[in-house]
Structure formats: structure tokens, C-alpha cells
């Protein structure tokens, strides 16, 4: 397995950065992540878009342009060749003698083996809510405390994952963006959350007799949802049985499946190139 360091490739085991590296004293950084399907980037552009805006939103350089980074990725592909993949670009701090200071970023590229979800799962998940607000939430960094300190939370909860709300205004999963179905809506947050380029292909859609809707609302809408589910780039759009141990809807998530169905038929034509 090969890691990409500033454009240079590293077998696992060699692949270190310094501990001077902001990353690691303060915590500064970004990222993004996105799959492979038979070696293909997915959706690759509209990654590089958010990764290009997280560093401009955090003030840290990449020294590569878009192409240039795009070959990286191809290179890491080529070497490693594992079809069906996980790639984290990763834009540290760099490395600061006073541990404070941003200089140089450090650019890293990691390839993981990725179980492709095809098609929606037996079970769904159930999610404990919980009141937080990220930080900076239009920028993918690096800063996942509060989803790892509580992950003991959401085991003694019984569940999953966590949503995420501010003071009752549901927000978003860590790792994924949350939507709820009522009879005519399909209904996610607008604002204070990180818009997920899988979130964005659900909003071009066209589900017959529902309309798109961004905007707040509440735990109590989540209670009384006829379906919920979450989309990210690892489960695409995935059901949502339970809330705070509250049954959503009848639990056929007849809707969230035919966004799914029509979210694979996307994945498939990006392949297509």
C-alpha cells in the first residue's frame, strides 16, 4: 500500500510526517474524500471544488492545481490498484518550529479498500441526537472531536451515529448530511452545515409528486417524518429507522430507495466519463 506525501509516493510503513506539523499541535488542517469504482474517481470535479474552497476558506495554499492534483490521484490509483476505493485528500498546517504559525502546508493523498454500497442495506440506521454546532461548518477540516469523544454516547444510546442539532434546529450527521420526507417534501438543512457533494446530485433530482426543500427544522418534525435518511459519498442515500429511539415512518423507505436507485444511475453515467 502506497500513501502520496507532497506528490511523492511512500510505502505505508514509510509514510510519516513531522510532529511539528500544525496538524498534529493544534489540530489545523482539511480534507476531502471521495470514491473509486473500477479504479474511476467519482464525481471527482465537484470535490476538487470544495477542496480548493476549504483551503481558501482556511487560508492554506496547495501548490497544485487542479490537474496537477488530479494526476496525483491517478498515480496513487495506478499504484496501489485497488478498484473500489476511499480517497482522503488531506492539506495540513505544515510544519511550524513555534507550533503556532501556518507555513507550508503538507498535501496527503491515502487510498483505502471501499465496500461499494449498491443498493440500499437490510437495515437501517438509528441516530441519537445530540445539541452541537461545528465549527466552521462550510469547511470540511479536520476536527472531529466531538463526533470521536462521543462515540461512548452513542453506544449507551443504542445507536449508529449522531444528529446533530443547534438548540432544536437539526443540523447534520458527522460524517453525513440528513434529510426528512414528509407527504409532498423532501426537506434538509440550508445553512451551518457542510453541503455534501452527494446532498447536492439528491437536490438536482427529480422525484415524482415531491418537491426539494432547504431550510431549518425541528426534532419534533424529524418524530413525526414519514421517512428519513442521510447521504454521504460511502452510502450514497441510506435510511434512517430511528431517532432518539422514536420509529420514523412505516419503515419501507419507499422514497428514500428510489433516490438511491436514481443516485446509482448518476454514479453510473460519471463512470462513463
Do not use: W
Amino acid at each position: 500500500m502506497y500513501i502520496s506525501i507532497n506528490n511523492e509516493l511512500f510505502l505505508q510503513e514509510d509514510a510519516n510526517i513531522s510532529v511539528a506539523d500544525l496538524s498534529i499541535q493544534r489540530g489545523y488542517g482539511i480534507f476531502d474524500f471521495l470514491k473509486t469504482i473500477n479504479n474511476r474517481p467519482i464525481f471527482i470535479q465537484d470535490y476538487f471544488n470544495r477542496f480548493y474552497n476549504s483551503a481558501r476558506e482556511m487560508h492554506l495554499e496547495i501548490e497544485l492545481n487542479r490537474e496537477q492534483l488530479h494526476e496525483a490521484i491517478l498515480k496513487l490509483i495506478n499504484k496501489n490498484n485497488i478498484p473500489n476505493s476511499g480517497i482522503k485528500i488531506i492539506l495540513t498546517g505544515g510544519f511550524s518550529d513555534d507550533g503556532y504559525t501556518m507555513v507550508k502546508p503538507n498535501l496527503i493523498i491515502i487510498q483505502i479498500p471501499l465496500n461499494i454500497i449498491e443498493s440500499e442495506s437490510s437495515k437501517a440506521l438509528a441516530l441519537v441526537s445530540y445539541n452541537h454546532q461545528r465549527q466552521i461548518p462550510q469547511v470540511k477540516t479536520i476536527d472531529y472531536l466531538q463526533a470521536i469523544r462521543l462515540q461512548k454516547f452513542v453506544r449507551e444510546n443504542g445507536a449508529d451515529d449522531l444528529l446533530y442539532h443547534n438548540n432544536g434546529k437539526v443540523r447534520e450527521c458527522p460524517r453525513a448530511n440528513f434529510f426528512i420526507i414528509t407527504e409532498n417534501e423532501i426537506i434538509t438543512a440550508k445553512d451551518e452545515i457542510l453541503k455534501g457533494i452527494t446532498r447536492s446530485k439528491i437536490l438536482s433530482l427529480d422525484i415524482p409528486n415531491y418537491i426539494f426543500v432547504e431550510r431549518d427544522f425541528t426534532l419534533n418534525e424529524v418524530y413525526h417524518a414519514k421517512e428519513a435518511f442521510i447521504s454521504s459519498s460511502t452510502k450514497n442515500a441510506f435510511p434512517v429507522d430511528s431517532i432518539d429511539g422514536k420509529l420514523i415512518g412505516n419503515g419501507k423507505n419507499t422514497i428514500t430507495k428510489l433516490i438511491n436507485d436514481k443516485i446509482l444511475e448518476l454514479i453510473a453515467l460519471d463512470q462513463k466519463g
